[in-house]
């Protein structure tokens, strides 16, 4: 939510920042802007609601000039309206300074109220421009950016990610960030801001995560990272592993089709390194000690939407191999109830962004009661896992379709290594269970190669169902949450009604919704692994065929026990009854993908929507 992008250096600054601001869009976002400071000292801005392409046409009729200095800004409305004029930048003093903001200012109300006593005026509904201004009147106050963008970030609460420039110094953009991300880009001869090094991963790929509460400086030559207090910082520079060209389509018609498709590659490279010689083993765990592993007494799950459902995939097999008893809480209820956490609980985050604004309060909270946290998250240098004890990276590379695909297989596969890294550890399964476990996972990227096979035919399916209003989706055990998820992928995708439901509850109230015509997706248990579960499975699915529901299971190979009773049968390979979720959630994905694309929807960028939640 909200993109962020500030440079300095010998390059046309309008181009880097919009190319970065592209790199951005993934992140949500209804209004743009941009403001530019050339070596003169002019200062020159343009900011528009809408797409990055209506700020680029007005750009094209009113250029601006062309500076080395820039700060650039996508925004996802919260205080005010996404219109021209709430877009960042805000100016203030006498529009010599401009600033742009990602989070949320919660003493705003109370600042503006001083500002305005002041003799301040507003121009837009947004709580940011209260920061500008606050800054503008500092910075007549001392004649020193730096030193009034500390004394300003000192009077704000909330959460906030700031860049500001001024005229008056050019060839400086200073930035400050407490609970939403910032990431410097180290350049030769110039530097680079962002809300995530996608922004500037083309010209560097050495980076710098600004940890919380800190202020940074940027110069063509020089970086300087303090606390608010203006004391010196320590940095600690890292290599970024993806390259510009793994955010870019390659060729596919969307990036979530590339995604869909890359998803062999997200689990075969997030066990890479993890299983040598057949045993599994996560060296980022070692900071723990196995000790502290032994101790563990439960373990709580916080995460939300899809991450969240991976998280409930992984109960079940962490339960079952480790022994440990597993809660999965959506991180907003977390935090606002007084949840049980002691030194024997673990927490463990899950989060494809790693900035998820709700996530990372639960984590804050839960050491903050004494328990350890675990940061299960796709993106280095990302906040969740910087305010973790131990971060278990998924190795997806960047998804930047808004809907999660491929980083939900990651998390299940990162998971599951951790569930097995734990039963090893704490010695709940024998070796030779550890190993049929082990090669079970190894085999799933060459399966899922085989799922994706059947990708047209689900296509069709989808375009057959064009015009259907409601989608039920009932699983079982570890089917369960991919029915929630089969159903929240078309909620997001396609914007059809649809609901997930655990196959035992039908009878309990859901199946009042069946009605002739209902199309339903039913997740089918293995008959070899589940050999209690796949009959109940079966019987639901008669339940609902004899009031009319068209049936679309989801079955293992040979399973010919479905076959009279279900219209449709997509079929995925035998895998052990644990791992049956990385197989089925591909055609659900696909499905509500193709439904999206057949109403002519934004399958990347669906409406509303926004890749990483930095807000409440
Ligand atoms: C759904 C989706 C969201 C995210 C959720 C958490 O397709 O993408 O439900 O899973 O917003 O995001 P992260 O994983 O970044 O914390």
């Not at 010599?96 to 109220?113: D, M, R």
């Not at 035919?457 to 949450?481: I, N």
Request: proline share 4%; with cysteine.
């Amino acid at each position: 939510m909200c993109g962020i992008v500030g440079y300095v250096g010998e390059r046309n600054s309008l181009d880097v920042l919009m190319g970065g601001l592209r790199r951005l869009e993934y992140r949500g976002y209804d209004s743009a802007g941009v403001a530019v400071v050339d070596d003169e000292g002019d200062l020159e801005f343009a900011k528009r609601a809408g797409k990055l392409q209506v700020l680029a046409d007005e750009l094209g009729r009113h250029p601006i000039h062309r500076g080395g200095t820039g700060i650039g800004h996508t925004r996802w409305a919260t205080h005010g309206g996404p219109t021209d004029r709430n877009a960042h930048p805000h100016l203030a003093d006498d529009d010599k300074l401009a600033l742009i903001h990602n989070g949320i200012i919660e003493n705003f109300s109370e600042l503006k109220e001083e500002l305005l006593a002041d003799g301040a005026e507003f121009l837009s509904e947004t709580d940011t421009e209260v920061a500008a201004v606050l800054l503008g009147r500092e910075y007549r106050a001392t004649g020193d950016l730096r030193e009034a963008f500390r004394r300003t970030v000192r009077r704000l609460e909330g959460a906030f990610t700031l860049l500001a420039v001024h005229k008056d110094e050019p060839g400086v953009v200073v930035g400050a960030r407490r609970n939403s991300p910032l990431v410097i880009g180290l350049g030769d001869g110039e530097n680079f801001l962002g809300s995530d090094v996608a922004a500037f991963v083309e010209f560097t790929k050495r980076a710098v995560a600004i940890g919380q509460d800190q202020i940074v400086a940027i110069t063509a030559g020089e970086v300087t990272v303090t606390d608010f207090d203006g004391n010196a910082v320590e940095v600690e520079p890292f290599d970024v592993a993806w390259d510009a060209s793994a955010a870019e389509k390659g060729g596919w018609s969307s990036f979530m089709a590339k995604e869909v498709a890359e998803q062999p590659d997200a689990v075969a490279n997030t066990i890479r390194g993890r299983i040598v010689d057949g045993v599994v083993s996560i060296p980022e765990l070692d900071q723990l000690g196995d000790d502290a592993l032994r101790s563990i007494r439960r373990i709580t799950v916080v995460a939300c939407g899809t991450a969240a459902y991976a998280g409930m995939v992984s109960k079940y097999a962490i339960e079952q191999w480790a022994r440990i008893p597993v809660e999965v809480e959506l991180s907003h209820e977390f935090r606002y109830r007084e949840p049980v956490i002691d030194d024997g609980t673990l927490v463990v985050s899950i989060s494809q962004s790693g900035e998820t604004m709700d996530t990372l309060m639960a984590v804050k909270y839960a050491r903050e009661q004494g328990a350890k946290a675990i940061s299960v998250c796709n993106t280095q240098g990302a906040t969740i896992p910087r305010e973790s004890d131990a971060a278990v990276y998924t190795h997806a590379g960047p998804e930047v379709a808004v809907a999660s695909t491929k980083a939900f297989v990651a998390q299940i596969t990162a998971l599951y290594l951790f569930g097995l890294h734990l039963a090893r550890v704490r010695g709940t399964l024998s070796e030779e269970e550890l190993a049929a476990q082990v090669a079970e996972l190894q085999a799933i990227p060459e399966k899922i190669t085989t799922v994706l096979e059947q990708g047209e035919r689900v296509g069709e399916l989808a375009h057959w169902m064009s015009d259907t209003r409601s989608v039920l989706f009932l699983g079982r055990h570890v089917g369960y949450p991919i029915a929630l998820e089969g159903a929240l992928k078309l909620k997001e995708l396609a914007y059809i009604h649809a609901e997930g439901f655990a196959a035992g509850e039908l009878k309990h109230g859901p199946i009042a919704l069946i009605e002739p015509g209902q199309p339903v997706f039913v997740v089918v248990p293995s008959p070899r692994g589940s050999a209690t579960l796949h009959p109940k499975v079966v019987s639901n699915i008669q339940e609902i065929r004899a009031r009319g529901a068209r049936v679309i299971a989801i079955a293992e190979a040979g399973d010919a026990a479905v076959l009279p009773f279900a219209d449709e049968v997509i079929r995925i390979p035998l895998a052990g009854p644990l791992f049956e979720p990385l197989l089925a959630v591909v055609p659900l994905q696909i499905f509500a993908m193709e439904l999206s694309q057949a109403k002519g929807l934004d399958v990347d960028q669906p409406r509303n929507l926004a890749k990483s939640v930095t807000v409440e």
